[in-house]
Nanobody, 127 residues
Framework: QVRLVESGGDSVQSGGSLRLSCAAS????????MGWFRQAPGKEREGVAT???????RYADSVKGRFTISRDNSKSTLRLQMNSLKPEDTAMYYC?????????????????????WGQGTQVTVSS
């Protein structure tokens, strides 16, 4: 089965940067469509950024221009570069995956469409 492990979460000051990583195993990575989601205390989980197996990307309006999602198929890893962090970015960040075949432009910010999830990594941004 698909296994996902996130890393890179930390506590930073407003305006700072962090880079999150997700290591995938148990499946042909290039055949997976991937996404980053987050959930703050007392709030519902929301989609942050996604990337298809064809490298097409999609971002939530709240992070567009500040976050960048990328993937390295040779290393079976997913990355989320976060710049200009704000206190409202504070949340547990999760890596998610869905088998979608090769060359797929599938990009969904709806969490229920992803069957595979990591355990999450905490990001805390203070003012």
């Amino acid at each position: 089965q698909v296994r996902l492990v996130e890393s890179g979460g930390d506590s930073v000051q407003s305006g700072g940067s962090l880079r999150l990583s997700c290591a995938a195993s148990g499946y042909i990575y290039s055949y997976l469509c991937m996404g980053w989601f987050r959930q703050a205390p007392g709030k519902e989980r929301e989609g942050v950024a996604t990337i298809g197996s064809d490298m097409t990307t999609r971002y939530a309006d709240s992070v567009k221009g500040r976050f960048t999602i990328s993937r390295d198929n040779s290393k079976s890893t997913l990355r989320l570069q976060m710049n200009s962090l704000k206190p409202e970015d504070t949340a547990m960040y999760y890596c998610a995956a869905r088998a979608c075949g090769s060359g797929s432009s599938w990009n969904s910010l709806e969490d229920w469409r992803y069957p595979h999830w990591g355990q999450g990594t905490q990001v805390t941004v203070s003012s």
